[in-house]
């Protein structure tokens, strides 16, 4: 249960926008990027089912959302055909319509029955059409670290950040702790930090193994 929560509060602070459901698609995690990107406080959607919340229609206006959703159950139980990224038109908390892309996947908790579903969200608004509050002409706004689900040979889902991917590929191709440090311009210690927690997600002890593993789901 503990590496379930860590697993889910590594997720909300990945810098994505990102919401999670439980078994009955009811939403137990609504994050900060989440709350700015859809202008609804947590508050508000915690405890509701996700289409009661999200509202969402597809590009042609038709109702997308729904109970017994087709996508929650392709993520649920076709692990071999994972959920590829598709656009909503989502209702916001102040009861407009924004298109956003969205993708999820399962990830498992202490029971098989009982997977999570975590959604993560982007902006999908055209540049003509700037969303409320959108960063002005001229200044750039960090880009989030985008998430890798990656299900391992038990059926448990990992995710890694963009950074921890570029310091496997790095491992890949034998990079050592200094080389990586060099080339992202970060300091040694934090190349062996992102390195531990990269074993630790994938529950391997060694580089090569992380390695090996990473060849193995086309990660590197």
Request: glycine share 6%; hydrophobic share 40%.
């Amino acid at each position: 249960m503990r590496a379930f929560d860590e697993a889910l509060e590594r997720i909300s602070r990945s810098g994505e926008a990102v919401f999670a459901v439980d078994s009955a698609d009811r939403i137990i995690l609504w994050n900060r990027a989440c709350e700015r990107l859809l202008s609804r406080p947590a508050r508000t959607a915690i405890g509701k089912h996700c289409y009661d919340v999200l509202c969402g229609r597809d590009v042609n206006g038709n109702l997308y959302c729904h109970r017994n959703c087709s996508v929650a159950y392709q993520a649920r139980e076709r692990k071999d055909d994972p959920v590829r990224t598709f656009e909503l038109a989502a209702r916001t908390g102040d009861g407009r319509k924004k298109r956003i892309r969205t993708s999820l996947f399962s990830v498992a908790s202490y029971h098989p029955a009982l997977k999570t579903l975590v959604h993560v969200l982007r902006d999908a608004q055209p540049p003509s059409q700037p969303a409320e509050g959108a960063v002005p002409a001229g200044e750039e706004e960090p880009a989030p670290e985008s998430l890798t689900p990656v299900t391992l040979a038990g059926g448990d889902t990992v995710v890694l950040t963009s950074r921890e991917k570029e310091i496997l590929r790095c491992l890949a191709e034998g990079m050592g702790t200094t080389a990586i440090a060099k080339k992202y311009f970060i300091a040694t210690v934090t190349v062996r930090n992102h390195v531990q927690s990269i074993l630790h997600k994938l529950d391997v002890h060694t580089k090569v193994a992380a390695v090996v593993l990473a060849y193995r789901h086309g990660l590197v």
